[in-house]
């Protein structure tokens, strides 16, 4: 598409020779990742968020789950092998992830963080998430992940 930039998230999946697809919405009609999904023409499922959270350890971990689930937090915190674990505030995004609340990516945050990517990505050819920009997002592979981060896939969301 003419005059959209690039995000760093798909300048790391060029230098990873991961191929990719845009996905791109305009406008503030949207009250959550569903209504995202939607504006865009994709699968719900086949659409993930971003969440950030913090462990009893005080260790930061990354959970990518459906926009139309929510995180378990109990399978979270077993998921990563802590007591617990809590979201983050989100004054605390920006300065730890380098990222927006909205605009979210598991891939190029500041600092690596241990990700965790619901089961359920598995089933599809290719998963959509944020590219790092509100308005953007990016379809891969979900094992095309593991090229650039260190991801897991494990039972996270609440059924």
Excluded: W
Excluded at 94 to 108: A, E, M
């Amino acid at each position: 598409m003419a005059g959209i930039k690039k995000t760093n998230v798909m300048r790391l999946l060029e230098q990873h020779g991961v191929d990719y697809e845009e996905h791109h919405y305009f406008g503030d009609d949207v009250a959550n990742g569903v209504d995202v999904a939607q504006k865009m023409g994709n699968d719900p499922n086949q659409q993930f968020k971003t969440l950030v959270t913090e462990g009893k350890s005080k260790e930061h971990y990354v959970f990518v789950v459906p926009v139309n689930s929510e995180l378990d937090l109990k399978k979270a915190a077993k998921a990563v092998g802590e007591k617990s674990i809590g979201m983050i505030k989100e004054k605390e995004l920006l300065p730890l992830t380098g990222y927006r609340h909205g605009g979210c990516s598991p891939i190029g945050m500041k600092k690596d963080f241990k990700t965790t990517v619901h089961q359920s990505a598995t089933a599809f050819d290719t998963i959509i998430f944020s590219a790092g920009k509100v308005g953007v997002s990016v379809e891969i592979a979900p094992h095309d992940l593991e090229k650039l981060i260190d991801v897991q896939f494990a039972d996270v969301a609440k059924a």
